[in-house]
Each structure stands twice: as C-alpha cells, then as structure tokens.
C-alpha cells in the first residue's frame, strides 16, 4: 500500500501562481510515476502532469509552459508548480502514483494505482 498526502492547494487570483504537494508514504518504490489529475463537478477526472523517476515529464495540452511537475526522490514527493492560473484551472487536484505507466497511457486514470485525497484549487477573475 501507499498513502499520498496532497497540500498546498487554496484560493488565488487569475495569473497568479500556486505549488502544489504530494508526499508520499509505505510500499514506495523508484518504479512509480506520480502524477497529477484534477476534476471539476460533473465532469471526468482529468490528467494534468505525470514524471517519472528520472525525472521525465508528462503534460497536459492545457497546462504545459505554465505548470511544471517536479518531484524529491529521496522525500518520496512529487510537485506541481502552477503559474499563470486561469479560472478553468479550478478543480479538486489528486495526486496519483502508478507502477504500470507507459509514454502511452500516462494521461489514463486507470492506469494508475494510488490516489490522494484532493485539494482544492480555485482561481478567481
């Protein structure tokens, strides 16, 4: 088992920055991807970042060149750094950590095997 435990999440003006935590605990190991995924009522759980432990990125269409993901192997914690926040990156904010994930199926919630509980991102106009 391993048990993620997101922070950093909170309200923020539209253009302005927020950072992102995910810290990771138990069966831990240097296979797992973490990721990050968000959601918004009504709508599907959608990928927003992934790395590896070689550190190689993954991003969403949506978010690249204003979020980036990092992630401290040796604290076991991935980051997601957001910058020019837009109000349609308002969402619950998970972080997942996956063993099975390939450069094809890095963006599919399936795929991954732990979740977090979520933060809450709200950007305001």
């Known amino acids: 088992q391993v048990q993620l435990v997101e922070s950093g999440g909170g309200l923020v003006q539209a253009g302005g920055s927020l950072r992102l935590s995910c810290a990771a605990s138990?069966?831990?190991?240097?296979?797992?991807?973490m990721g990050w995924f968000r959601q918004v009522p009504g709508k599907e759980r959608e990928f927003v970042a992934a790395?590896?432990?070689?550190?190689?990125?993954y991003y969403a269409d949506s978010v690249k060149g204003r979020f980036t993901i990092s992630r401290d192997n040796a604290k076991n914690t991935v980051y997601l750094q957001m910058t020019s926040l837009k109000p349609e990156d308002t969402a619950v904010y998970y972080c997942?950590?996956?063993?099975?994930?390939?450069?094809?199926?890095?963006?599919?919630?399936?795929?991954?095997?732990?979740w977090g509980q979520g933060t809450q991102v709200t950007v305001s106009s």
């Open positions: 138990g069966r831990t190991s240097s296979s797992y991807v």
């Open positions: 997942a950590v996956g063993l099975s994930v390939s450069s094809t199926n890095y963006d599919l919630t399936r795929i991954y095997d732990y």
């Open positions: 790395i590896r432990y070689s550190r190689i990125t």
